[in-house]
């Protein structure tokens, strides 16, 4: 897994203005896979963030990179918690939701559409894909929005330039920890 990588697809989550990203990586051996993870985590967790693969399929790891303090706030969300209540995931801890969320992930061939909580979109947007599908939705962007659309506008414009500029300070030399804001 490359530095890289992790700069273009978790910016947002790593300067601490989005609760979660996550990426597709590919790998030789599942133990390189895993130290790298180790690795990432040594890192992260000083800064309030974590690392943990959701699913393996072939030679292909979903690395799931995350706020937790974030996200237990934003998984109490009325919406959210109607959602993932719905879907099973009722009296979980945010450990209990991500392993819930793995097991479905892993049993489902598309994502769980639930996924959405679990990288901080807006609850009414998760709740009109899940209700009204891909085609009612008011604009797309980084996901599809069907309430506020300024709002989703003006996030995805601030996470595309955090990603610019984190990818420009990389590319001159900046260290990933170094490009950490902590919790």
């Known amino acids: 897994m ?8 978790c910016s947002p989550t790593l300067a601490g203005i989005k609760t979660a990203n996550m990426f597709t990586c590919c790998f030789e051996n599942p133990e390189d896979i895993k130290r790298d993870i180790r690795k990432l985590n ?9 690392a943990l693969p959701l ?29 993932l209540s719905g879907l099973g995931y009722e009296g979980k801890t945010t450990r209990q939701c991500i392993v819930h969320l793995k097991r479905r992930i892993c049993q489902q061939a598309e994502f769980p559409h639930e996924i ?8 009414e947007d998760v709740k009109g894909f899940m209700e009204k599908g891909a085609h009612e939705c008011k604009c797309t962007g980084m996901w ?30 900046r260290e990933v920890k170094r490009l950490i804001v902590a919790s």
């Open 2 to 9: 490359s530095e890289e990588m992790l700069i273009r697809h």
């Open 42 to 50: 040594s890192m992260l967790v000083k800064n309030g963030l974590k």
């Open 55 to 83: 699913r393996f399929s072939g030679n292909r790891a979903l690395i799931y990179v995350y706020r937790p303090t974030r996200l237990t706030e934003d998984l109490k969300n009325r919406t959210a918690g109607c959602i």
């Open 116 to 123: 959405g909580l679990f990288l901080g979109y807006p609850p």
């Open 144 to 173: 599809k929005v069907y309430g506020n659309v300024e709002e989703a506008q003006r996030l995805f414009k601030q996470y595309k330039k955090c990603v610019d500029i984190y990818l420009t300070l990389f590319s001159e030399g």
